[in-house]
């Protein structure tokens, strides 16, 4: 497992706890997290980018993680 697979797990496992809505500071952690993996959004495979989009509109929507 390589360092943006780590990373993408634990963007995943935090988004999937559903405190990004409650906690501005588990929120702000999630942002901080995928701002840092959009930088290697080249180096990314489809289903990743897929996964990124998502992440996208569910911390600007403030949703529930599906």
Do not use: S
């Amino acid at each position: 497992m390589n360092i943006l697979e780590k990373d993408i797990k634990e963007l995943l496992t935090l988004l999937q706890t559903n405190q990004h809505i409650k906690d501005k500071v588990v929120a702000q952690t999630a942002w901080d997290k995928y701002l840092k993996l959009l930088r290697f959004t080249a180096m990314l495979d489809r289903p990743q980018q897929i996964f990124m989009d998502k992440v996208k509109r569910v911390l600007l929507g403030n949703r529930k993680w599906i």
